[in-house]
């Protein structure tokens, strides 16, 4: 695929959601914006896929999750142990993870706009 400057995505995102509402909101997004998404609605069915896949490129995830693993926890996780890129997604800014999470991944604040996800994302592929 060549790129003309303007055209982005192709590649493919891991998005983890636990609301289904909010899942499909950003999953109709991101696909506008060119990217194939892969979908979990918590941080172990996340983890199950990435053991099943090669072809993910980016990890979307909600901060605020049930479980044992919240957003960020999963994003270290996968960022230390298969050196994956995530972008976090959060409503709860200020008390949903601690402010040394902040500097290390990008976090985006809900409610956000298709433009600003996909300079988010594409921000965060093109930082390899």
């Known amino acids: 695929m060549t790129n003309d400057g303007n055209q982005q995505g192709g590649e493919t995102i891991l998005f983890v959601e636990d609301q289904e509402d909010v899942a499909e ?46 957003g960020a926890d999963l994003a ?21 993870i601690p402010s040394d999470q902040f500097d290390r991944f990008d976090v985006i604040l809900k409610p956000f706009r298709m433009e600003e996800l996909g300079a988010r994302i594409r921000a965060a592929l093109e930082s390899r």
């Open 76 to 96: 270290k996780r996968v960022q230390e142990e298969m050196g994956l890129k995530a972008v976090l997604v959060t409503g709860y800014a200020d008390k949903a």
């Open 25 to 70: 909101v950003a999953q109709a997004m991101l696909e506008e914006l060119g990217y194939t998404v892969v979908y979990a609605s918590n941080a172990q069915n996340a983890l199950d896929l990435l053991e099943e896949r090669d072809d993910i490129d980016l990890l979307l995830t909600d901060i605020v999750m049930p479980g044992s693993l919240n």
